[in-house]
C-alpha cells in the first residue's frame, strides 16, 4: 500500500490536540535516536569495513533524523489554536513540513544515483575497489530490523492520529529499508563471490534510488491539494450535501464549496434557500442545527459558514 492509501484512512477514535502533540513527540524523540545511532553504526561500517554504499546508507539515516527533529520542531506550531492573525489555525505548517519530507527524500534518492554513477564509472575505468568486510554486511542487515520496525510503529502512529508529517516520516524510515537491502545483497555478494561482483553495488544502488524518489513523490502530490487550496473528495462533497438537504427546511442548496486548512481540516461554505417568510430568529437556528451536524457527522471539518437567502427570490 502506497502512502496515498495510507494517509486516507481515517480512524474512527477521535484524538485531541493535546495527545496529539506528545504522540508526535514521542513518535519524533524515538526515530532521533534510532537515528543517531543507526547513522554512527553505518558510518563506522562504511569506512572501517570499506563499503562505499554503507556510507551513502549512513547520510540517508542522517537525513531521516533531520527530517525527525523538523517533525518535532514543527509539532510545536502546527498544534497552536486559532489566533487572531490566523482564525482558521495553523494546520498548514504540518502540510509544509510534510512537503519539506518528501522533497528531502527525493533528494536522498538523487544523492545515491549520483553516487552510483560514480561508482560505476570508476569500476568500468578499470579501478579495483576493495572488497568490504562482514561488518558492514551485519550493519546492514541490522539497518533494516530497526528500521522496518520504526517504520511500522510511526506508520501505525500517523494514522491513528491523522498526521500527515508522521505518516510522511514513516515512509521516510522506509526508504532507508529500501536502501539497506541493496546494500546487504553487495555486500554479502562481495563477501560470497569476491570484488568482482562489486558492480552490484552500485547497479543495486540505482534501482533502489528510483523505488525512494517514488516514495518521496507520493508523500509530495497530496499537499498540493492542501497548499492550492483544494477542496473535499466527492464521497465528502455528497455527504455534506446529503446532510444539508436532510432538513425539511432547506429547499435547496447551492455553491458549496469546501477547501482545506490543513492536512486533515476542512472548512465548509453554502449558499441555502429557505421559507422567505421564515423569522430571522428560526433562520439562526436552522444555521447552527445544520452547522452542528456537520461537525458531528464529519470530524474533517473544522468550520461551516452558511449563508441563507429566500427561496424563489432573484438576487
Request: avoid cysteine; charged fraction near 25%.
Given at each position: 500500500m502506497d502512502y496515498a492509501s495510507q494517509h486516507a484512512l481515517h480512524p474512527l477514535e477521535t484524538i485531541s490536540e493535546p495527545e496529539k502533540l506528545r504522540e508526535v513527540r514521542r513518535i519524533s524523540w524515538l526515530g532521533i535516536w534510532v537515528n543517531l545511532l543507526l547513522t554512527a553504526m553505518k558510518m563506522a561500517a562504511g569506512i572501517f569495513g570499506h563499503s562505499f554504499v554503507l556510507i551513502a546508507d549512513a547520510v540517508n539515516s542522517l537525513s531521516d533524523m533531520v527530517t525527525d527533529i523538523v517533525v518535532l520542531i514543527g509539532s510545536r506550531f502546527w498544534s497552536r489554536p486559532a489566533d487572531k492573525d490566523h482564525p482558521y489555525g495553523h494546520a498548514k505548517i504540518e502540510t509544509f513540513i510534510t512537503l519539506f519530507i518528501g522533497v528531502s527524500v527525493m533528494a536522498v534518492g538523487v544523492g545515491l544515483v549520483w553516487g552510483a554513477i560514480g561508482t560505476l564509472q570508476k569500476i568500468f575505468n578499470g579501478e579495483q575497489l576493495e572488497s568490504p568486510t562482514l561488518f558492514p554486511f551485519v550493519a546492514a542487515l541490522i539497518s533494516i530490523v530497526v528500521k522496518q520496525y520504526l517504520y511500522v510503529v510511526t506508520l501505525r502512529t500517523g494514522i491513528r492520529i491523522k498526521s500527515s508529517a508522521v505518516v510522511a516520516n514513516a515512509w521516510n524510515h522506509q526508504s532507508d529499508v529500501l536502501s539497506s537491502i541493496p546494500a546487504a545483497a553487495a555486500v554479502g555478494l562481495c563477501l560470497l563471490f569476491g570484488s568482482r561482483y562489486a558492480f552490484l553495488d552500485p547497479v543495486g544502488a540505482i534501482?533502489?534510488?528510483?523505488?525512494?524518489?517514488?516514495?518521496?513523490?507520493?508523500?509530495?502530490?497530496?499537499?498540493?491539494g492542501v497548499l492550492l487550496d483544494g477542496g473535499a473528495s466527492k464521497e465528502q462533497y455528497d455527504e455534506i450535501t446529503r446532510l444539508i438537504r436532510s432538513?425539511?427546511?432547506?429547499?435547496?442548496?447551492?455553491?458549496?464549496?469546501?477547501?482545506f486548512l490543513g492536512p486533515n481540516s476542512i472548512a465548509v461554505d453554502v449558499h441555502i434557500r429557505t421559507d422567505p417568510m421564515m423569522p430571522v430568529i428560526e433562520a439562526h437556528q436552522l444555521y447552527h442545527r445544520i452547522k452542528q451536524r456537520i461537525l458531528d457527522q464529519d470530524k474533517d471539518v473544522l468550520d461551516v459558514f452558511i449563508h441563507i437567502e429566500p427561496a424563489n427570490v432573484k438576487r
Open positions: 534501482v533502489v534510488s528510483f523505488m525512494i524518489m517514488y516514495a518521496a513523490w507520493e508523500i509530495i502530490r497530496p499537499t498540493f432538513f425539511p427546511e432547506v429547499h435547496s442548496l447551492e455553491k458549496l464549496r469546501t477547501r
